[in-house]
Structures are given as structure tokens and as C-alpha cells.
């Protein structure tokens, strides 16, 4: 598996539709591939989700 695989994993359903609306101005723009644009949004959204599950169980376990 390679990374733009790996992070286009990360887009479904309202993501996959940011990411693909991203990608081609973006990629105009740089010398990056759509996929690779997609793969980054994809790694972004898969980065905040942890931030934001962690956060989650911090609260949790200082609750407790």
C-alpha cells in the first residue's frame, strides 16, 4: 500500500466530496497530482479525527 492510497482511505462520504473539489485547483496551482492532493485532504481528515477521539478519552479519563 502507498501513501496516496493510504490516505485517500481517509475520504468518504462529505470528505471524499471536499477532496475532490480541492484537488484540481490545487493541484493546478503545485506540481502535485490530483491524487496527491486528495491523499493529503484524506490524511488531514484522518489527523483530526484522532485529535479529536483522543481529546475524548482525555476527558473521560479525568472525569474519572
Same mark, same amino acid.
Given at each position: 500500500m502507498d501513501k496516496v492510497t493510504l490516505g485517500q482511505a481517509g475520504l468518504a462520504g462529505w470528505r471524499k466530496k471536499v477532496g475532490d473539489v480541492v484537488a484540481r485547483p490545487v493541484a493546478g496551482h503545485s506540481s502535485l497530482s %490530483?491524487? &496527491?492532493? &486528495? +491523499? +493529503?485532504?484524506? +490524511? /488531514?481528515?484522518?489527523? /483530526?479525527? !484522532? !485529535?479529536?477521539? %483522543?481529546? %475524548?478519552? *482525555? *476527558? !473521560? !479519563? #479525568? #472525569? *474519572?
Open positions: %490530483t491524487d &496527491q492532493v &486528495q +491523499a +493529503a485532504v484524506g +490524511a /488531514l481528515f484522518f489527523a /483530526l479525527s !484522532l !485529535l479529536y477521539v %483522543t481529546g %475524548t478519552f *482525555r *476527558r !473521560l !479519563l #479525568r #472525569r *474519572r
